[in-house]
């Protein structure tokens, strides 16, 4: 596509419950990474994959947290028993490779636990 | 962990002024990279450095690497109302083979007309 495309843009949820935030990148681009946004805060890392595989997983909080992308392209950020504390925005980003190069941000989704 | 910061958190500044946002990595960088980030919006690619010392110039903007690799700054000349928003500064350490890029806090620019 033309650009990160992330599924759904606003996600009012309740706690306790399980969700799936969606991410699309951009074709041809083989790292993805997942991302944490407070109000007022910088994105704060969560995952990011080489292809298939989860390469650092490091940021995710607790195992709450899992994302997949068994293809090496479309990925998807699970939460299970959802926390109040998990309300932010989540923005996936792709790039041509690891690290190196610029970093394309979807709009991000909006989720809000009750 | 590897950690990022950035000095201002706040800036306001009146339209014409200087604004410089200066940025600090714990660990030596492979690279750093600039964002921005508009008000409602996601993070937007601005430069990326990568040499040591390196200097890069868009425009109204200046953007400089340490020579440590550990620190950056942004400057922006004679500001205007259109470069409102929050920047960013971004790297991954190379001592975790260049792939997880940290961010910093960022720092938040307005400009007032």
């Known amino acids: 596509g033309a650009g990160v495309s992330q599924t759904p843009s606003n996600k009012v949820t309740e706690k306790g419950k399980y969700v799936e935030l969606r991410c699309d990148p951009i074709?041809?681009?083989?790292?993805l990474y997942w991302y944490r946004q407070s109000l007022g805060q910088g994105p704060e890392f969560l995952i990011y994959?080489?292809?298939?595989?989860?390469?650092?997983d490091s940021g995710l909080p607790n195992d709450r947290f899992f994302a997949v992308r068994p293809e090496g392209s479309v990925s998807t950020l699970k939460i299970q028993r959802t926390e109040r504390g998990d309300s932010a925005v989540y923005l996936c980003?792709?790039?041509?490779?690891?690290?190196?190069?610029?970093?394309?941000f979807g709009q991000g989704t909006r989720l809000t636990v009750v | 962990g590897q950690q990022v910061m950035q000095i201002p958190q706040y800036q306001h500044v009146q339209e014409g002024e200087d604004f410089t946002t200066y940025c600090n990595s714990s660990t030596t960088l492979s690279n750093i990279q600039w964002y921005k980030q508009r008000p409602g919006g996601h993070p937007v690619f601005l430069i990326q450095?990568?040499?040591?010392?390196e200097v890069k110039k868009q425009k109204r903007l200046t953007f400089q690497f340490g020579e440590a690799k550990k620190n950056s700054s942004l400057h922006i000349t004679a500001t205007q109302t259109t470069d409102v928003g929050t920047y960013f500064c971004?790297?991954?350490?190379?001592?975790?083979?260049?792939?997880?890029?940290?961010f910093g806090q960022g720092t938040e620019l307005s400009v007032k007309p």
């Open positions: 074709s041809g681009h083989t790292a």
């Open positions: 994959f080489q292809g298939t595989g989860a390469a650092d």
């Open positions: 971004a790297g991954p350490s190379i001592y975790n083979q260049g792939g997880k890029l940290i």
């Open positions: 450095l990568v040499k040591s010392g």
């Open positions: 980003a792709s790039s041509l490779r690891r690290g190196n190069t610029e970093a394309f």
